[in-house]
């Protein structure tokens, strides 16, 4: 197994560390389904510091921990609850955190605040979330989910929809997906369109993408469409999300339209973008990806632990 210090994005992740790290991933399901016990982390503490919101982030790190025998000390809402509230710096912070635990998950609101911590940090630390930037763990739980459902990852036709300039799991999604043999269909507003530095990372891999509003249309040529929500929080004005909520609303009707099953991811959670009678839609995947995700994040914490 390859070495990883830290994991703060997916850039600079090569084809095969991603198949590593969804190979572990897919060896540790017994493990983290609970059929088999695990004390391989048993020495371990893992703290995770989250400065925004949270339920599947952190709860299936803190799962995927416990799971393989280590154990967790947890601050949510540290925006408020934490000595940031009173002006403490990020690398302030973590030279702090870092005499607590040997690996710091880290949720932050401004992109590059992972590289930060990182930077500053005597242990691992894996970005869980930093701003508009990157999602990395979401992103390969995402490739885990696409390849469980799908088969493989090369020769897939990938629809992405919604707010794809805020959304950082799209960015890492798309990151780690452009190390393989994809086309990318970008569906969203004009105002909304993914970002020009993302798109710089696909052309350098010589990635075919196309970029449309129209949905209807692009269901019809993909295997996969990833749905995200319109990011309110990071709007710069509140009638923003006005008037971009319900550009595109995902619906069973709209997939049965078009012969081939689709494969059906979500972040999650949905605020009325992917309509509930695509619950039961054969290609439905979305409450797949959570159990997905415990096992990306139990593999990072071996690798980055040195236990795999």
């Known amino acids: 197994m390859f070495k990883l210090k830290h994991l703060t994005g997916l850039k600079d992740l090569s084809k ?8 572990l991933s897919e060896d540790l399901e017994d493990v983290c389904s609970g059929r088999k016990k695990s004390n391989v982390l048993e020495d371990q503490l893992m703290a995770t510091f989250f400065y925004e919101p949270s339920t599947r982030t952190r709860f299936s790190f ?17 925006k408020s609850t934490s000595s940031a509230w009173k002006g403490e710096s990020l690398p302030d912070t973590i030279r702090t955190i870092d005499n607590y635990a040997n690996v710091i998950v880290l949720r932050h609101p401004e992109a590059g605040a992972a590289e930060t911590a990182a930077k500053w940090s005597k242990v691992p630390v894996l970005n ?11 992103g390969l739980l995402d490739m885990l989910t696409i390849r469980k459902e799908r088969g493989g990852l090369d020769g897939l036709r990938v629809a992405l929809v919604g707010d794809l300039k805020h959304t950082r799991s ?4 798309i990151l780690g997906l452009s190390n393989f043999d ?5 569906v969203s507003p004009p105002e909304l369109e993914t970002s020009e530095w993302i798109l710089d990372y696909v052309r350098r891999r010589h990635v075919s993408y196309t970029c449309t509003s129209d949905l209807r249309a692009a269901l019809k040529n993909v295997d996969v469409v990833y749905v995200c929500r319109i990011q309110k929080e990071r709007l710069e004005k509140p009638e923003d999300h006005e008037r971009f909520k319900g550009s ?16 059906v991811l979500h972040h999650l959670p949905r605020v009325g973008e992917l309509s509930e009678d695509v619950d039961d839609y054969p290609g439905a995947a979305y409450f797949r990806q959570p159990f997905n995700g415990v096992l ?12 795999a």
């Open 248 to 263: 595109y609303v995902l619906n069973r009707a709209m997939l049965e339209e078009v012969p081939q099953v689709i494969t």
């Open 182 to 186: 994809v086309e990318f269909t970008l």
């Open 62 to 78: 803190e799962a995927a921990m416990l799971r393989l025998g280590g154990s967790v000390i947890s601050m949510a809402d540290a």
């Open 16 to 23: 095969q560390q991603i198949i590593q790290i969804l190979d």
């Open 128 to 138: 869980a979330g930093d701003g508009t930037n990157e999602h990395p763990t979401q």
């Open 296 to 307: 990306v994040r139990a593999a990072l914490l071996e690798i980055v632990l040195g236990k």
């Open 170 to 173: 799209i960015n890492s999604v």
